[in-house]
């Protein structure tokens, strides 16, 4: 069973910073791409970041130049540098896991989500 678990989320003044972490645990042979999504109220889930494990990156217009995503694969971890926080980055944060190689397949993961809010 692979778990991800995500910490790091909070209440944040605007122009703060809060860093993301999530780490994905069980038998897991290798992990393709992991990533952040965010969900607004009354929004859809949208991607903010995702990258491979060959270390491409990609960003949502609206994080780039502000939020950096990295990885350790050794840790299968992977982490999010918000920095410049607007009220508008308030939403609940999920990861993922894609490509996840288990012993019965090809699988994807989701965590359960941990909130972040930019507030004065």
């Known amino acids: 069973q692979v778990q991800l678990v995500e910490s790091g989320g909070g209440l944040v003044q605007p122009g703060g910073s809060l860093r993301l972490s999530c780490a994905a645990s069980?038998?897991?042979?290798?992990?393709?791409?992991m990533g952040w999504y965010r969900q607004a109220p009354g929004n859809e889930r949208e991607l903010v970041a995702g990258?491979?494990?060959?270390?491409?990156?990609n960003y949502a217009d609206s994080v780039k130049g502000r939020f950096t995503i990295s990885r350790d694969n050794a840790k299968n971890t992977v982490y999010l540098q918000m920095n410049s926080l607007k009220p508008e980055d308030t939403a609940v944060y999920y990861c993922?896991?894609?490509?996840?190689?288990?012993?019965?397949?090809?699988?994807?993961?989701w965590g359960q989500g941990t909130q972040v809010t930019v507030s004065s």
């Open positions: 993922n896991a894609d490509g996840v190689v288990v012993t019965t397949g090809v699988l994807d993961y």
């Open positions: 069980g038998s897991i042979f290798s992990i393709y791409a």
């Open positions: 990258i491979t494990s060959s270390g491409s990156t």
